[in-house]
C-alpha cells in the first residue's frame, strides 16, 4: 500500500491576509448596520419658528415713597383712621391730645354749659313774660277800636277823649314791649360773659388737641419696617446697591390712647404709584434689558402684573433688577418682601426640544440628518425654558435627532 496523501494548507501569510480581510468586512457590516439602526431607530423631530418665554425667581423687596408721621407735641395719641386705610392728602390721620390743656378746657367748658344754662333761661323767663304783656296790650289795644268805631256817633265828647287818651298809652306801653322784646332778643344774639369764657375754652382745646394730616395720598399703616427711608423713587437706581433697614431693637411706635413725647412716630402713609421691586434673581439674567417690559409673577396677588426694567445688574452668580411696575393692586400694598417670578418677553427664533442638544468637545450642538447620515451640528442657544431651546445654527425644516448623544 502505498503512503497516505496530505492537504496542502496555505501559507500562513495568506490565511492572515484572509483573516484580517474577514474582520475588516465584519466590522464595516456591523457600522452599515449600526447606522442603518441608527438611522431607522433614533427618534426625530423638525426645527420650527417659534418662541419661548424665560423666566427667573427671586427675592423681591417692594419699595415706594413713604411719609413717616410723628406726634407734633406731648400728648395723648387718638389715630382716626384704621391700618391700611386709603387717605387722600389732607386726611386727618389722628390727634395729639394735651392732657393738662385739656383737662383745664374741659373743666371750663363745663362752667360755660352751666353759666349759659342760668344766662338763657333768665333771658327766657323775661322774654317769655314780655310776650304775654305783649298780647294783653294788643288784645286791650282791639277792643278799644272795637268800642271806639261802635261809639263813634253816640258818644259825649269828653267820653271820646277820655277813650282816646287810653288808645294812646296802650300804643306807647305795646311800643315799649316791642322795643324791649327786641333788646332781649339781640342779647340772645350775642351772648352773654359765658361768650368770651367760651372763646378761652376754644383756644385751650386748640392748643391741646393738634390734629396731625396726611401730606400725600396713600394708605395709613401702623408699623415701621425700617425700609422707609432708605429708598427715592426720583433716585431709584441707587436701590440696585444692598438696601439695610434701619430701625433698632429699641424703637417704639405710639399706640392709641398713650401719652408719648414729642416726635414719637405714630405710622406712615404709603404712596402706592410708583411702587417699584428690586428683585435678586437666581444666576446671571442676560435676556432682559433697561427699557424693556416683562411680567411679574407675585404669590397672593391674582394674575401677572407688568413692569417695566429700570435698571440692572450682572453679577457672576446673580442678577439684580429693578423694575418699576405698571399698575399696584390692592393686595400688594401689604407685601414689603417675598418670592417673585420674572418672565421676560417671548425670545423668538428656531426652536427644538431641550433633549436635542449634546455636548462634543467643549461644543454644544446637535445631530442633523444630512447626506443619509447624523452629524454634528454647532448651535448656539438663545434661550432654554421648561424643555424647549431656541437656538442659531439651524433652519426651520432640519431634521434632528432627539436623545442622540
Known amino acids: ?218 394708605r395709613f399703616h401702623g408699623t415701621l419696617d425700617g425700609y422707609e427711608d432708605v429708598f427715592d423713587p426720583l433716585e431709584y437706581r441707587v436701590a440696585l446697591a444692598p438696601l439695610i433697614p434701619n430701625i433698632s431693637s429699641d424703637f417704639k411706635i405710639a399706640t392709641a390712647g398713650e401719652l408719648t413725647p414729642e416726635g414719637t412716630v405714630v405710622g406712615k402713609i404709603v404712596q402706592e404709584q410708583p411702587t417699584f421691586a428690586r428683585v435678586n434673581l437666581e444666576g446671571a439674567f442676560h435676556p432682559i434689558k433697561v427699557g424693556e417690559q416683562v411680567d411679574l409673577s407675585v404669590p397672593g396677588v391674582p394674575g401677572q402684573l407688568t413692569a417695566i426694567i429700570k435698571a440692572l445688574v450682572h453679577q457672576p452668580k446673580k442678577s439684580v433688577v429693578l423694575l418699576e411696575l405698571n399698575s399696584v393692586p390692592p393686595e400688594l400694598a401689604i407685601i414689603r418682601q417675598c418670592e417673585v417670578r420674572i418672565i421676560c418677553k417671548h425670545v423668538q427664533g428656531v426652536v427644538i426640544p431641550k433633549e436635542c442638544l449634546s455636548d462634543k468637545k467643549d461644543r454644544q450642538g446637535v445631530y442633523r440628518w444630512q447626506e443619509n447620515k447624523w452629524i454634528f451640528t454647532p448651535v448656539q442657544v438663545l434661550a432654554l425654558e421648561k424643555g424647549q431651546a431656541v437656538v442659531s445654527g439651524l433652519k426651520p425644516g432640519d431634521e434632528i435627532a432627539v436623545g442622540l448623544w
Open 1 to 218: 500500500m502505498g503512503a497516505p496523501k496530505t492537504k496542502k494548507r496555505l501559507p500562513w501569510t495568506l490565511m492572515l491576509f484572509l483573516a484580517v480581510l474577514g474582520l475588516v468586512l465584519a466590522v464595516n457590516g456591523v457600522h452599515v448596520l449600526g447606522r442603518l439602526l441608527v438611522a431607522n431607530v433614533v427618534q426625530r423631530t423638525v426645527a420650527k419658528e417659534g418662541f419661548v418665554a424665560v423666566e427667573s425667581g427671586g427675592e423681591a423687596l417692594f419699595l415706594r415713597r413713604e411719609h413717616i408721621l410723628i406726634t407734633p407735641q406731648v400728648g395723648v395719641w387718638n389715630p382716626m383712621v384704621t391700618e391700611n386705610q386709603k387717605v387722600v392728602a389732607g386726611t386727618e390721620v389722628g390727634e395729639v391730645w394735651d392732657p393738662v390743656l385739656l383737662g383745664q378746657a374741659q373743666q371750663l367748658q363745663e362752667e360755660v354749659k352751666t353759666e349759659k344754662a342760668a344766662w338763657e333761661s333768665m333771658l327766657y323767663s323775661e322774654r317769655q313774660g314780655l310776650i304775654c304783656a305783649l298780647e294783653e296790650a294788643n288784645e286791650n289795644i282791639q277792643q278799644l277800636l272795637s268800642q271806639l268805631k261802635k261809639e263813634r256817633f253816640q258818644a259825649q265828647p269828653p267820653l271820646q277823649q277820655n277813650q282816646t287818651d287810653k288808645l294812646q298809652i296802650l300804643l306807647s306801653e305795646r311800643d315799649r314791649l316791642i322795643t324791649e322784646k327786641e333788646k332781649i332778643d339781640r342779647r340772645f344774639a350775642s351772648g352773654g360773659q359765658w361768650r368770651q369764657v367760651d372763646a378761652k375754652v376754644k383756644k385751650l382745646m386748640a392748643e391741646a388737641v393738634i390734629v396731625v394730616v396726611s401730606p400725600l395720598s396713600g
